[in-house]
């Protein structure tokens, strides 16, 4: 029944016969993508493989730039939103999309799906992913263990309490430890903030803000010493000293004053002058 | 009734045929001067219009209740004469695309009848008037706009008028799409009808969440109807709009000089229609409200990108789209935490009404304006309570605000739970309407839920300022320092040293924001960074603006040379 309601009716205004774009080709999900589900998304492969053929794959992104507001291309999110899971790749865009979909339509939605689109947009910060997700979920939905959870894990990131994060985010591997490539996201979170806050700083607040000690504490140092610009120094009496890589936030002369610049075509007013 | 027989259902037709469906379904009128020859949508199956027409025809026992109370009965077949006149001269208007007289009907005389003769009745109905314009079915359509319109301002709309009013708009719409309309209409009423249209939906969706008081017969209504006011049919019908009218396409060209909008206002000065290429323009701020309705603020704000609201634009040339521009993307902005772009946006709005509103007392959006207006107060207080860059506004509007919230402004600058108090009362006062767009559940037993989406909004938004609640102290400190240790603020803030610390990277991360590029962008006041154990504040001074003076004085200087110069030589 629920095919009858938007889909149906309202499709054709989308995604009919007549092309609503201008370039005439209409993204919708072929049937011979539907069953090569290997290249469903993948235009240029598709594209290379049978360049006569005129229903081409598009990739989410490009579904969703034309389908907004499509309650048929639910399924596809949520593959998606497992494909960004598996293959470390990140949409809000698509995510927003499908959280929008489960707002219209309560009874399609999925809690699993919902809770790695949450964890995703963790992974995202300093960017207000998460907060612009939670936006779209009712607060019923919110109540449940793990979003609780989550939201507490997003409470820590958000006031820079990288201690109790940690902790928290230990008891709760269970639901974090889906999604690989979490506890990187989160370090270079960290390390953002840090390298917004401070010039040199302990290597021991460092170390409690990335969750690392000894070995590989040493290890990604290291690392961000060859990669970043890192500079270790030794300070009197106490451990070391970390020396961030400037940039305008911790070195504020750096800034450009925009009361500098001045446009082109102000300077374009005295050329018959100069001339 | 057979209600699947109306508004967009039968869109999967070939278009031709789909259009002729549509017009004949919704009304029986013969033609229509106001589409383009080419497309003579004539009724040619008199059997489908004839029960259509049954279907569609008004039922006024409910709307008639509240007007009979006045002791005047309504007839809403009686058309008094100023009411035939008025329709006479605006169809012959719209036909003779004389835009400025449609203004004037439109603005004015239309407002005059309805103070003077429908006060408190609804105004004719479509039926009865349609003899004296030829029977047009698209100036019909446009009728049932208004009537509807003016039945939402003055009265309270049953739910049978409610899913009327949403087929008029499908029809309507439809004929924008799908016919080649021959018309020209002011900007005004084509910014009206997204705005009403978005209105209603919103209107809908607050209706329909208040299920505890419906009677069986509403709820048989609400679930045989359940495409009136669907989220999808809205927001596809804006969507298409868009789509349909190449807006995107021609704003870019125009910046190429390809193609004229923004410069004739989205006029067509070469015997064209606007009406689609305008109403497809405004529904992208309609796209932008409907997502702030929904939470969805992100969305909302790539609906507008297209929109470049730093400079003049169509949208800026009527003013209730200008303020539902602004007000939605300011707050969206808000919400995203870029607190700086809204303070700047709400600055130069809250100024241009500041100078301009003594020209709109007259203009029947005039109670609206000021609403919007003291609405957009609040949101800047807010703003600038969380990010107190008081040098982006401009000196009028800074005395405004102190007038209006800077008692209240001083008290939100504490740590302390009245403070909390006073967020939460200014964010409910100004926030939009939000609504929760799915349907009800009409088993259980019938729960009001049209607070969910506002209570919500609120929660998180109190969320963040509880986040955000400790920067102004240290604020406080940094002011009067320029270098001052971590184990004295610690002292004097009273918390241990680690605790400093994590609460001014909170102050750095919540003072710089995530630009739609990506891009990191500072929205500090003051600035600061910490080395070692040392915390050096940086006074962020506004410099000077040189270089556009020099340019200006070397260009005055050169002029007044070649004056010199030529007096010389006479």
Known sequence: ?275 | MDSTNKGPILSHIPTFYHLEAQLTHAHAYTDSHLLSTTHSLRSRNPNLSATTMAAVGYEYEDGLQSSVDGGIPYDPSFVPDPVKSFVVHLYRHIREKNVYEIHQMYETSFHTLSDRMFKDTPWPSVEAVAQYVDNDHVFCLLYREMWYRHLYARLSPTLKQRIDSWDNYCSLFQVVLHGVVNMQLPNQWLWDMVDEFVYQFQSFCQYRAKMKNKTEQEIALLRQHDQAWNVYGVLNFLQALMEKSSIIQILEQEKEGLEQFTATDGYDYSGGSNVLKVLGYFSMVGLLRVHCLLGDYQTGLKCLLPIDISQQGVYTSVIGSHITTIYHYGFANLMLRRYVEAIREFNKILLYIYKTKQYHQKSPQYEQILKKNEQMYALLTICLSLCPQVKLVDETVNSQLREKYGEKMLRMQRYDEESFALYDELFSYACPKFITPSAPSYEEPLVNYNQDAYRLQLKLFLYEVKQQQQLSVVRTFLKVYSTISLEKLATYMEVDESTLRTILMTYKHKTHSVGADGKTISNADIDFYIDDDLIRVVESKTSKQYGDYFLRQIVKLEAVIGDMDRIKLE
């Open chain 1, 1 to 275: 029944m629920r095919l009858c309601k938007g889909p149906l009716i309202f499709g054709p205004l989308i995604t009919g016969g007549q092309s609503l774009n201008p370039n005439g080709t209409k993204p919708h999900i072929s049937a011979s993508c539907k069953q090569n589900p290997s290249v469903r998304w993948s235009f240029s492969k598709m594209g290379r493989e049978q360049p006569s053929q005129s229903q081409m794959a598009y990739t989410v992104e490009q579904l969703v730039a034309v389908n907004p507001y499509n309650p048929d291309i639910l399924p596809d999110l949520e593959n998606y939103v497992n494909e960004q899971v598996s293959l470390q790749t990140y949409s809000l865009d698509a995510n927003l999309c499908l959280l929008r979909l489960y707002q219209f339509e309560p009874e399609r939605m999925s809690t699993q799906i919902v809770a790695h689109i949450l964890i995703k947009a963790l992974m995202a910060m300093p960017a207000p992913d998460f907060s612009l997700c939670l936006f779209l979920i009712p607060e019923r939905v919110q109540m449940d263990e793990q979003f609780k959870t989550l939201i507490v894990l997003s409470h820590y990131l958000e006031t820079a309490k990288f201690r109790q994060f940690w902790d928290e985010a230990a008891k709760s591997r269970h639901i974090l430890e889906v999604v690989p490539g979490f506890e990187q996201a989160i370090q270079e979170y960290a390390v953002h903030v840090l390298s917004l806050t401070y010039q040199k700083v302990p290597r021991s607040v460092v170390a409690e803000a990335i969750n690392m000690e000894g070995l590989s504490l040493d290890k990604f140092v290291e690392h961000h010493v060859a990669n970043s610009g890192w500079i270790v120094e030794k300070a009197q009496g106490k451990g070391q000293l970390v020396s961030l890589p400037r940039n305008e936030f911790n070195h504020p002369e750096l800034r450009r004053s925009s009361a500098d610049i001045i446009p082109l075509d102000h300077i374009t007013r005295i050329f018959p002058v100069l001339g």
